[in-house]
Structures are given as C-alpha cells and as structure tokens.
C-alpha cells in the first residue's frame, strides 16, 4: 500500500491545470432540511437566479424523490437556469435516480446525484446491509444513473469514519460504473482539517481511475470546522467544494458559501485556485436566503454579519482612517456591502431610494420595487432618520412575506392596568377573517387572536424582539419559532410597532409551518449527508 503523502504535495497527481475550485451549492437541498427553514417554489426560482448571477458552478435544487413540492422545484429550476448545472439528490434506489432523470429533463447541463453510506456504523445500523452489498448496489445505481444522464456524482454519506479501504473499493467500483464527480462529505462534522486534507490526499493516488474524476467535499459544521476543513479537502486534491449559503444546514450547518469563497480570494497565497463566483452578489444572496427562511445572521458572522466591517476601536478607528488595510483583509464592496449612511429620508425619489437599494446588495423587480418604495416612504414619515438597517429590514420583510396564504390587514391592542386585548384581522386565502381575544399581556393576546382565527396545535418555542436602529421610533424586529409533530418553522418580521411585528412574524411562522406539512420526506432519507 502506498504510504500517504503530505498534504503540501497534494497536487501530484492533478497537475497544474486544474486550479479552479468548482463551488456547489446546497442551500436549497440541504440547507432547506434545517429545522424550521422552509422556501416556496417562487423562492427557490428567485434564489436560482440569484445564484446563477452569482457564478455558482452547480445548483443542488433539492430532492425530486422527496416530495411533490420537491420534484416540482427541481423541475422548474431546470426551465429557467441555463449557465449553472442543476443537481438532483437521491438514494441509491432506481425509483430515486428515474424521478430525479425525470425533473432534471428540462436542462441540458442536468446532474444525477447519488448517495449511499459507507461507513461500518452507518451500513450496520441505518442501511442493514453487508459491506458486499452496498458495493453491488454502488455498481447498479450509479450505472443506471450514468445510462440517464452522462454528468454523475455519487457521495459516500459519513465518509470520514468509513474504513479507508473499503471506501477506496467503493470509490473505485462508482468511478467503473461511470461517476465522474466523487464526494467524500464529512457528514456529522467529526474530521480535522490535516486528517480530511489526508484522507483526499490518499485517495488521488491510490484510486484506480483517481484522475478521471473530480473529488468533492462536503462538511458539515458540528465542531466549527466546516469551512476549514472543506479548504483543508482542497488542499488535499479535491476540486469541488459543496456549501451553502450563510453555512445553512443540518444541525450546526453546512461550509458556508461565503466564507469558502473569499478564504480562497483573499489567501490565493496559501491556497492557489480560484472560483467563478463574482463576490459582490455575496451579500445579496445571504439577505435573500435570511429573509425567506427567517434565520437571522448572526452579527458578528463572517463576510456578511452586520459587524463584518463595523469598527468601533478608536485605535482601530483611527488605523482605518490612515489606512483601510490595517483592519480590514478586504472591503465591504468586494462581497456587496457599502458602508452606512443617513443619506435616505421622506423626500428622496424613487430612483435615489432603488441605487441605495442596489448598494445594500438588492435587485427588485419593478413591482417589487413599487411595493418596497412605498413602504419606505411609510417609515420615512414615521421616523425622524431612515438608516441602511432599516430599509434592510423592510425589504427583508417583505421577502419574507411574498408567498403568505395568511397576512395581518388589521390590528388593535389594549393594554393597561386593567388587562390586554386585541382585536385582529387576518386576510386567509383571500377571506378575511377576525377575532377577539384577551391574553396575560399584549403580545399573548394577539397570539390568542390568531390562534382562534387558525386553530392549530404548534408550540411557541421562540420569540425574540430587538430594535433595528436606535431611538424611541426604531423597527422593531421580531422573530418567532414553532413547534408541531416535531416539525420547526420560524418566521420574522419588522415594524415600528412591537406588536404588529409580533403578529406578522408569529403568521408568517405559521405559513412556513403549513410549507412544511407539506414536504414529506422518504423513510431512511441521507440527512444531509
């Protein structure tokens, strides 16, 4: 057996032509099986454009087996992208590969991806299969995906913990049934960067057919390491970084986009190859991908967290005023960001509020547009200033809001001494319907409110309020978390009044919960590999 090789001498076998790091996202697939993340079909088709915009190589549009809602989202992804290659998930079962064939026929750059677990654990307990087995299946499915389609990518769930030779064999029997892209994803987060760096390291030489294929990584971030890890694998010889946006995912999430992305740009030193990704969609898209699932991004959050370029420090204050470089590795303007400023107010023009709009890293269609601009000139008489933060949330509330089967039209609380009520409307597929309801506190009342308008059996596990801006005339912006039969939906919202940001955003849960209930997921699914 050949001993390993350093991972500094990882390229041997690659050669020097192959510097660029295909980028595959799955924000859509994986990052879409993250508890309480929910995306309707018009924003995935949204999503896809933006991606496409973007540069991304490969666009993992779901899991067509899964569901209806999945197969058609797939489907629909692959009419209207043309220059990224659009991925289908399945298991190695032939009724997986045909539904997926079947979604991926509308695109001619359509890619069939397969799954099945290597690892002892895994084979053992989840598949019941003997080691001989799941190599006879490796062989038939993915040649039955090859005879489908001739781009074919087949995944080792829980690679990281497979026994390094029997994956070596299964490695070998995919590449002879005809894969042309090997995934080696670290499916619960366990590996370490100089151990995933050596495990590709390994396989390049050592695999019969190693230099037909191109080797991918997939990470998941349960020890933090996703994103190391994943530049570590392509260090190692892997020349396909599978990650998505804001690091969205299972558990602790996926490599997150962003953070790839730039690591390779801004470390070309240490790290020689390039993507195709045009960086200053960046921000967009990780706004986007917030405001329809409602998972908020963390303010300190690399490349596009709130704080990512904010510098309060006066002796970093007063090095970037001497110079940017002293504090910042790179500019908000090369990832979308533009710095804030009071410059938005109620006498600014529509063509003023949609060039701020493209600065904060937003491109609205123009009945989107018409509907944002209105809004903000609402807030603009409301509030003394209009800062960036809050034409952001606006906007990203009404991203949020764009597919709802439920909305507020009509709100009135009573709160005081001698108790709380409210009096609420709701629009619910086009009928209005209205209730009142009394509660231990403003905000429990409006929930009451909505419950007797739609009755349903969802725990409230979360409810967050924090002001967007400062001032006594600040957005509040509330997020809401619930639960029912162990499915988790979340939902945001953003108004200078508490409580009619407490009500969009507890309805616009429940519109992610009622999205979720139906997605059906196959038994023994790949979680996120």
Known sequence: MTAPISPVAADSKIGSGRDNVVIFDTTMRD?????????????????????????????????????????????????????????????????????????????????????????????????????????????????????????????????????????????????????????????????YPSEYADLFNWMVNNVEGADKVIFSTHCHNDLGLAVANSLAGVQGGARQIECAINGLGERAGNAALEEVVMALKVRGDKLPFQTGIDTTHITRASRYVSAITGFPVQYNKAIVGKNAFAHESGIHQDGMLKNRETYEIMTPESVGQAPSSLVMGKHSGSHAFRAKLKDLGYELGQNALKEAFGRFKDLADRKKHVYDDDIIALVDDALARGSEKIRVSHLRVVAGTEGQSAELTLDVDGQAKSAEASGDGPVDAVFNAIHKIVPHSAALRLFQVHAVTEGTDAQAQ???????????????????????????AYVNALNNLFARKEKSAPAAIASGF
């Not at 978390?481 to 499915?487: I, M």
Request: aromatic content about 2%; some cysteine.
């Open 31 to 191: 990052g879409e099986q993250s508890p309480g993340a929910s995306m309707s079909l018009e924003e995935k088709l949204e999503l896809a454009k933006i991606l496409e915009e973007m540069g991304v190589d490969i666009i993992e549009a779901g899991f067509p087996i899964a569901s209806n809602g999945d197969f058609q989202s797939v489907n629909e992804i692959a009419k209207i992208v043309r220059n990224s290659t659009i991925a289908g998930l399945c298991r190695a079962h032939q009724v997986d590969i045909d539904r997926c064939a079947e979604a991926l026929k509308p695109t001619q750059r359509g890619r069939i991806h397969v799954v099945i677990a290597t690892s002892d654990l895994h084979m053992k307990h989840k598949l019941q299969m003997e080691p001989d087995a799941v190599i006879d299946v490796i062989a038939r499915s993915v040649t039955h995906a090859r005879n489908l389609r001739d781009d074919v990518e087949w995944s080792a769930e829980d690679a990281t913990r497979s026994d390094r030779q029997f994956l070596r064999r299964a490695i070998e029997t995919a590449i002879k049934a005809g894969a042309t892209t090997i995934n080696l994803p670290d499916t619960v987060g366990y590996t």
């Open 478 to 504: 509330v997020s809401v978390r619930l639960e029912e039969d162990g499915r988790i939906a979340t939902g945001a919202a953003a108004d200078t009044d508490t409580l009619t940001a407490s009500a969009k």
